[in-house]
Nanobody, 122 residues
Framework: QVQLVESGGGLVQAGGSLRLACAASADTICASAMNWYRQAPGRERELVATIISDGGTYYPDSVKGRFTISRDNAKNTVYLQMNSLKPEDTAVYYC????????????????WGQGTQVTVSP
């Protein structure tokens, strides 16, 4: 099982920036996709960014142009750069890794981190 640990959350004013990090216990090249989700109180968990094994990315319209997902395979870490933050971005942000990719031979996994709180004040 791949272990994930998020960091970088905190309190920021609207318009500010934060960078979240997700450190993985296994090689990130072994993940077919790494994702960031968020969940606000009373709402369902929603996908905010995906990076797949070939480096392709996906963002929903709600964060497109403001959030950027990236991956440092040498550090086995995935980042989420969040700019122009809005109060509605307030949520617990979770890292998710699913695999394995074609680069690795290992048991299938779908792992989640413990989450990190992001709070954006007006």
């Amino acid at each position: 099982q791949v272990q994930l640990v998020e960091s970088g959350g905190g309190l920021v004013q609207a318009g500010g920036s934060l960078r979240l990090a997700c450190a993985a216990s296994a090689d990130t090249i072994c993940a077919s996709a790494m994702n960031w989700y968020r969940q606000a109180p009373g709402r369902e968990r929603e996908l905010v960014a995906t990076i797949i094994s070939d480096g392709g990315t996906y963002y929903p319209d709600s964060v497109k142009g403001r959030f950027t997902i990236s991956r440092d395979n040498a550090k086995n870490t995935v980042y989420l750069q969040m700019n122009s933050l809005k109060p509605e971005d307030t949520a617990v942000y979770y890292c998710n890794a699913a695999g394995p990719s074609a680069m690795c031979v290992m048991a299938p996994f779908d792992s989640w981190g413990q989450g990190t709180q992001v709070t954006v004040s007006p």
